[in-house]
């Protein structure tokens, strides 16, 4: 699935993001004021290093494009090695995703395809980022995960 506001000739991208976790791929494309242009997602079928070409290919950049890239997921080590990639983890990412966002909550769950995690955040003021405070992790694999939940609902 992609989604776009890219102009045709995919100029324009100062940042890109990608996920690579265990059942998708998921990129986002941003301008140099941090809005999103274009983002893409699919399923990992079969190979995670096809996966995310397609899916960087949905983002129609053009090859001579230079932009900054960081990884993160459960993948994220894949291309972890390229020059100028910045890797982090998910917990970390999903911290500076709320600063980001303006947002000011002090819980985020997010539900993945083999792991759930909560953190627990206390709000910068405006303009800055969150604190960490906590954070928990599933602790048996796949236990109240996406992978889990799709299944159950297959049942039902």
């Known amino acids: 699935m992609t989604d776009t506001v890219l102009p045709p000739d995919g100029r324009g991208i100062a940042t890109v993001g990608i996920d690579i976790g265990s059942t998708s791929v998921k990129a986002v494309a941003l301008d140099d004021q941090g809005r999103v242009r274009v983002r893409s997602t699919r399923p990992l079928v079969d190979e995670m290093r096809a996966t995310v070409r397609e ?26 090695d390229l020059d100028g990639v910045v890797v ?3 917990v970390l990412s999903l911290l500076a995703g709320v600063g980001v966002l303006g947002a000011r909550p002090r819980s985020v769950i997010e539900i993945g395809g083999q792991i759930s995690r909560w953190i627990q955040i206390e ?29 159950q609902a297959g049942r039902l």
Do not use: I
């Open 55 to 80: 899916v960087l290919g949905d983002l129609g950049l053009p090859a001579d494009a230079r932009v900054g890239v960081g990884l993160t997921g459960q993948g994220r080590r894949l291309l972890g």
């Open 123 to 151: 709000p910068g003021t405006a303009g800055d980022m969150p604190t960490l405070v906590a954070f928990a992790l599933n602790d048996q694999c796949a236990a109240g995960s996406g992978a889990f939940l799709t299944q």
């Open 88 to 90: 982090d983890n998910e």
